[in-house]
Each structure stands twice: as C-alpha cells, then as structure tokens.
C-alpha cells in the first residue's frame, strides 16, 4: 500500500477536488502532460461510476527509468518512462491504476484468492473509461474478450485462482466479464447501484468473493446468485447474456493490445 519515489521530480498539481498531482522528471514534461491530461476527467467518470475517490488525493508517478509493468499503492500511481510516450498508448493502465483507488487501495481482499475483486473491477473500469470517453463501449470490450477467452484453455477458477494464476490475464478479462454480465442482467441503474454500495458499505474493510455474491443478491435477488456462481465457482466459460446491450456495438476499430504481463 505504500510506496517511496526518490527523485528529481516537477510536482504539477492538475485538479484539486480531489487533489490530483503529476510528479515527473522535466526531460518527461511534453509526454506526460499529451498522455496524462485526462486523469481528472478519468476521476469524475469513476466517482460518478463507484462512488467518492475514497482517498485525500491521487498522485501519478512516472520515473526516469522504465518499468516492466504500471503499478499503484494507496493514492498513488506509478508508471514508468516507456509506459508514458506521448501518444496515450498506455491509456488503459492510466485508468486501471486509478481504479484501483477503489478496487484493492479502499476496498482490500482478506485472501488473494479474492484477488479478481481487484483486477476484474479494475480491468472491468478500462472499458468504462473507453465507453465514456468516446471508446469502443464496455460491451464491445467484452464481446472481444469473451470471444478470445473462450479460445483459451477453460481450467481457471475464478474466485480461486492459485498462487501461480492470481495476475493471470484471464483473471481480469473473465472478472471484468462477470462485471458485464451483470450488467447485461440487472440493467445499468442497479448495476451501478450495487457497486457505488460495495464500496461504501466496505470502505477501509477487506472482503471476499462471499461478500460481493452477497450483496449482488441484496440488490438484485437471490436469481443473480445462480449467474455469478457459474462465472466465479466453475471454470467453464459461461456465454454471456443476451440482449439488454443499449446502442449496439459497431466492430472494432482497432485490435485489442496485449501485454506479456499484466498490470498490477
Ligand atoms: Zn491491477
């Protein structure tokens, strides 16, 4: 949850409510300001979307070195020099880091089993960022993800992964996919509903997956169980549910990126 940033750094703060500070070497200045101006606008999506940033501020570090992968401690984004290269290639890990915020750095896990309460919502808040910001929309996301997992080998539990699997990217496409099918199946009213409450009722707590199942059937009835258990408790890849997609998906424009590791 913590992190030290030893440094020359500039310290830019880029909107105060909250407090959003970019920290960075000045070489970086012209790289970080075309690919880091939307976090503010990335703040408002996600405090309309889960709730209040549950912090007293956001600072994104870039470092004068290169990274192998982004990653985030409490309040706290960190990216390295290559991830940072002016033409927002990277855009995604900006937005994954930051909801983390919400997802890991507020809401904890008490067991990694737990760990797709972390990576799923934050992998699932990439495609709301890219919906909301004039992107391929979340369920075109999913449409693509769930066509190329189904392609993988099916032998993954969702809501326990094993250690060597925790940061295995079918972890967060197949939780950020179990986010969409709720979606799809409470409709977006409820579904926002259900996850502004997970991170208010559990704020500064660490849950599990029997949390969040629980809740989701407080909001929307004891059905939505049958749904999340085929999703999160067997390893078969469900099929998504039909219709209930507003404005349907025009096809991609641009091939989905792949990364050898994933994000933190
Ligand atoms: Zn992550």
Known sequence: LVALQIGR????????????????????????HADLADVPRMMAVFE?????????????????????IPLEAQGMGVFGA??????????????????????GNSVGVTLWRHIWLNEGFACYAEWLWSERSGGASAHQKALAHHARLASLPQDLLLADPGPDDMFDDRVYKRGALTLQALR?????????????????????????????????????GPEVRTLLHAWLFETTLPELPAGGAPGEPAPLTAPLSTTPRSPR
């Open 48 to 68: 309309e979307a889960f709730g209040p940033y549950p912090h007293p501020a956001y600072t994104v570090v870039v470092t004068a070195d290169d990274l192998e």
């Open 184 to 220: 799809l199946t409470l409709g977006d009213g409820p579904f926002f509903t259900l996850l502004r409450e997970w991170m208010s009722r559990h704020r500064g707590r660490s849950v599990g997956t029997d949390d969040f199942v629980a809740l989701a059937e407080e909001i929307a």
């Open 9 to 32: 750094y500039v310290v830019e703060r880029v909107a105060t409510a909250p407090p959003v500070d970019l920290v960075y070497p000045r070489a970086l200045e012209a790289r970080v």
């Open 82 to 103: 290559n991830h940072i290269d002016g033409a927002g290639s990277l855009e995604r890990l900006v937005a994954h880091e930051l909801a983390h915020q919400w997802f």
